[in-house]
């Protein structure tokens, strides 16, 4: 645990557990969101096909909508706990190592 302390410049044990706690909470509300918004903008199950190809695609593009939400409700849920600094330097750097680097001009 001090590794990961060390690695990404912590202080307390009390910080670590908040931001344990905004990982799990943005994980789970960022699935749980995907479904509506789908059904917003009426992509329902129903829409595609019936068997393994409509499911695979309605899922597939479920599991792609989840992606950004889960960035943005990473920073909502971080800026709320009062750990917007970390989370921020999170993304930046899971986005950069992702290809995405130019999203953000330094």
């Known amino acids: 645990m001090e590794?990961?302390?060390?690695?990404?410049g912590i202080e307390s044990n009390w910080q670590m557990v908040i931001i344990?706690?905004?990982?799990?909470?943005?994980?789970?509300?960022?699935v749980y969101v995907a479904k509506p918004f789908l059904e917003l903008i009426n992509v329902t199950r129903e829409t595609f096909a019936e068997g393994f190809w409509?499911?695979?695609l309605y899922y597939t593009l479920r599991?792609?909508?989840i992606f950004p939400f889960y960035q943005v409700l990473l920073l909502l849920f971080g800026f709320i706990f009062g750990q917007f600094k970390f989370f921020w330097n999170f993304e930046k750097?899971?986005?950069?190592?992702m290809g995405l680097?130019?999203?953000f001009k330094e």
């Not at 590794?3 to 990404?8: N, Q, T």
């Not at 344990?20 to 960022?30: D, E, Q, Y």
């Open 3 to 8: 590794k990961l302390k060390k690695k990404w």
């Open 20 to 30: 344990f706690m905004v990982f799990a909470i943005t994980g789970s509300s960022s």
């Open 54 to 56: 409509g499911g695979f």
């Open 63 to 65: 599991l792609i909508l």
């Open 93 to 97: 750097k899971m986005l950069s190592r």
């Open 101 to 103: 680097k130019f999203l």
